[in-house]
């Protein structure tokens, strides 16, 4: 669907710098972007530290609306730090709360939990 959405673009476009834009061509675009139907996917990560290239030592992950932990192995988790899933997309919104890291003497969490969005 958004192969349509950017071929009408380019023809909106086109037409535009020639001065045939027509409000037929604009209407069949709003229709295009009116259909697309976005999903959210959610990736969560637990790291060892607040730096981007700390360890994963757990994730979950929700894809087309499936809950799950992914691979059994750790070797074979998608990403291995917080920086590959960014370089794969994913964007992260919310980061660890810090206030929890404060004291060593007292754990108030299991590490750094990271929570990623991906809209597809």
């Given at each position: 669907m958004v192969s349509s959405i950017d071929s009408q673009i380019e023809v909106?476009?086109?037409?535009?710098?020639?001065?045939?834009?027509t409000e037929e061509s604009l209407l069949?675009?709003?229709e295009l972007s009116s259909c697309r139907s976005l999903r959210q996917?959610?990736?969560?990560?637990?790291?060892?530290?607040?730096?981007p290239e700390s360890t994963v030592f757990?994730?979950?992950?929700v894809?087309?609306?499936v809950s799950n932990d992914?691979?059994?192995e750790t070797d074979d988790?998608?990403?291995?730090?917080?920086?590959?899933?960014?370089n794969d997309g994913w964007r992260v919104i919310k980061f660890p709360e810090q206030a929890l890291l404060l004291s060593e003497e007292k754990t108030y969490g299991l590490g750094c939990e990271y929570v990623l969005e991906r809209i597809r």
């Open positions: 909106c476009i086109n037409q535009f710098r020639d001065g045939s834009l069949k675009l709003k996917d959610l990736l969560y990560l637990t790291c060892g530290t607040t730096a757990a994730m979950k992950i894809e087309n609306g992914g691979p059994a988790w998608p990403y291995q730090s917080l920086i590959d899933a960014i």
